[in-house]
């Protein structure tokens, strides 16, 4: 009997070593308290990193000797530029050389210049899916054919493609965890499409007509449908379509029309934008499950996707994030910041984080915050940079004041501390924050993470919630514009004088577990009665409700019609806080500043100079975190002597 058990788990090990790799590192998010949180061998950590396209020794040893631990490194299986649009060039070299055949030696060169300089990094690898030319030309039925015949990368429904990036980036892991940098891995982030992000990639009336996309279309329909003809001819209100002979609609662009498609007259169009994004959805899982198999569940997996706030082309691929939040082999998601980005404004995650949250998975934003180092990529690489001045100014250029850069970046941080998600310093050309008062802020925001994580939190959280439906881009007859109207009230959402909480609209069973003051529905569209239905009772436990879509507004109080705003789509931020005050949310400024309140922080950010009151909560003890910050507190007040674009942050004991 005994030598049974030593046999049997003698299997057990050689079964689990051939299943996936021994990696060293354990890393997985938690949801610690309320809050998904990093852990990295049992221990959690700030959820902080560093990257840079173009890394360089001395930018990884400047942030790491600022206390910088985590950093992402980039990794390419193709050898095209990641942004079809600017034309830019690659940032490194393919490891993907040919069919079965790789040279790792530019992984190896990426974490030398880390390691040499800090030898304890922890990292995240980026690895870019796209595949290299040579893989297109061999296999032309895989890539994206426009109207006119011609080849454009490859088609994102392609199984082809997916299975031999999916064997490629096993070769990568193989190699990992063989290498000494086995040590330092400790996740995963699959990428893919235009910039990294599962876009399609961009171009004017993109529309695949290849061999794939059809193969995958009916495949999709199929299972939509249940491989009943029957329902799928009602659905369309045809009675020629079959499963064989299922055509996508024409979602080129080239008809535009004025108005919101319905979910009983419209179904071709919307099943075409549900299986646009199911496409990308269904990679992400892909190779996310991937990583988690071959690492025994060791690394970490994460994905940008769900720009649904600010990406409101339906075209590009995002719409279906609520499935995502379901999936339980990806930890977390990312987004850079809104890209509105002067002083003043509240640069928002481009998804519903609260959602992101809810389900358990970390929300990590991309800091990419230009700074007056901030210098041109025709400057710093003139090989990648494209023909033309894609790249030669507006966002690309950081503000020359530093005194606005250190607002900004103090803003970020707040945001990051107040909502309880984590994120990484994007230098994208090297050298943004190499500046001794930029870096001491890089290094504050762990210890601050650290020392919170200890406290009580504040009772206080924020009280406005607001739903949104990320698939309103697709009723959407424009390709966005009246979605991007309805959803511009961000911004006025960002200098209201409050906190609040984005939801998707999937979830709005969860907000009857919530006592918000104020729900705004913003953007729903053809609701169910099921959806009917848990509105209904929110409005009768929410003090005000605010409903708004493409034919304006109505506000209710108690489940009762209190006004009726016909045509009001957008709402000026003062408009707002008299919403908000007739809900009794506590204002923390009867300005237009940006407030982040939460997690015991408690973050403003000036639009103006001049004295700011804020009114705090009875029993708040703010602590001023930002060394110059120039203020006085009185009774349930501070007072700011501000400048504009300035932040001040306050941990409240």
């Not at 509105?340 to 998975?361: C, F, N």
Request: charged share 25%; aromatic share 14%.
């Amino acid at each position: 009997m005994k030598y049974l058990l030593v046999i049997f788990l003698l299997n057990c090990f050689l079964f689990n070593r051939a299943a996936g790799q021994d990696f060293i590192n354990k890393s997985e998010v938690r949801v610690t308290g309320n809050e998904p949180a990093l852990w990295v061998n049992g221990k959690r950590v700030p959820p902080f990193a560093y990257m840079s396209y173009l890394g360089e020794s001395r930018y990884y040893k400047e942030v790491g000797d600022h206390g910088m631990k985590i950093y992402c490194l980039p990794a390419y299986l193709g050898d095209q530029g990641i942004n079809s649009a600017s034309g830019i060039k690659p940032f490194r070299r393919s490891f993907w050389i040919g069919e079965n055949k790789y040279d790792f030696s530019i992984i190896e060169e990426e974490f030398r210049k880390l390691t040499d300089v800090q030898p304890d990094a922890d990292v995240i690898i980026r690895v870019h899916l796209d595949p290299p030319v040579w893989w297109e030309k061999a296999n032309p039925d895989e890539v994206c054919r426009l109207p006119d015949g011609s080849a454009f990368r490859v088609s994102f429904s392609s199984e082809q493609w997916r299975k031999d990036a999916g064997n490629t980036l096993s070769e990568l892991l193989k190699w990992l965890a063989e290498s000494e940098f086995n040590r330092n891995l400790i996740g995963i982030h699959v990428a893919g499409g235009g910039t990294e992000e599962w876009f399609y990639h961009y171009i004017n009336e993109f529309h695949d007509k290849s061999k794939s996309r059809q193969r995958g279309f009916r495949t999709w329909l199929s299972n939509r449908y249940q491989n009943n003809v029957s329902a799928l001819r009602s659905s369309w209100k045809t009675d020629t379509v079959t499963f064989a002979n299922a055509r996508e609609a024409d979602i080129s662009g080239k008809t535009v029309v004025r108005k919101i498609y319905n979910r009983m007259e419209d179904t071709h169009f919307l099943d075409t934008y549900d299986y646009q994004s199911q496409v990308m959805v269904d990679n992400i899982k892909y190779f996310s499950e991937l990583v988690k198999k071959q690492s025994n569940g060791r690394l970490l997996t994460g994905a940008f996707y769900g720009y649904h706030l600010f990406v409101t082309d339906p075209r590009r691929g995002h719409g279906a994030l609520h499935q995502i939040l379901e999936f339980p082999h990806l930890d977390y998601l990312s987004s850079p910041n809104d890209y509105r980005r002067e002083p003043g404004i509240d640069w928002l995650p481009m998804a519903a984080v609260q959602s992101v949250q809810l389900h358990g998975k970390l929300w990590l934003a991309e800091n990419d915050t230009r700074t007056h180092l901030t210098r041109l990529l025709k400057d710093v690489a003139p090989d990648i940079n494209p023909e033309g001045d894609w790249y030669g100014g507006g966002v690309w250029k950081g503000p020359e004041n530093k005194e606005t850069v250190k607002g900004l970046l103090w803003k970020n941080a707040g945001r990051m501390l107040a909502y309880g998600y984590g994120g990484w310093w994007f230098d994208m050309w090297g050298g943004w924050f190499s500046d001794p008062e930029y870096l001491s802020i890089l290094k504050k925001l762990p210890e601050l993470y650290r020392d919170n994580i200890q406290g009580t939190p504040a009772g206080y959280q924020p009280e406005v919630a607001v739903v949104v439906d990320e698939k309103l881009q697709f009723y959407d007859g424009t390709m966005g514009q009246i979605t991007n109207t309805v959803l511009s009230n961000r911004y006025s959402l960002g200098n209201s004088g409050t906190g609040f909480d984005i939801f998707l609209r999937s979830d709005l069973s969860h907000l009857e577990t919530k006592n918000y003051k104020v729900v705004w529905y913003l953007g729903l569209e053809s609701l169910s009665d099921q959806e009917r239905s848990v509105m209904a009772r929110l409005q009768g436990q929410t003090p005000v409700s605010l409903t708004t879509d493409h034919t304006g507004s109505f506000l209710f109080k108690k489940n009762r019609l209190s006004d009726e705003y016909p045509g009001k789509i957008r709402w000026e931020h003062d408009e707002l806080r008299k919403v908000f005050s007739s809900g009794n949310v506590h204002l923390f400024t009867s300005g237009n500043e940006v407030v982040y309140a939460g997690n015991n922080w408690l973050m403003i950010h000036t639009t103006e100079a001049g004295e700011k009151i804020i009114d705090l909560p009875e029993q708040w003890k703010p602590e001023s975190i930002i060394a110059d910050s120039k203020f006085r507190i009185g009774q349930n007040k501070l007072f700011l002597n501000a400048k504009a674009g300035e932040t001040f942050l306050f941990r409240i004991r």
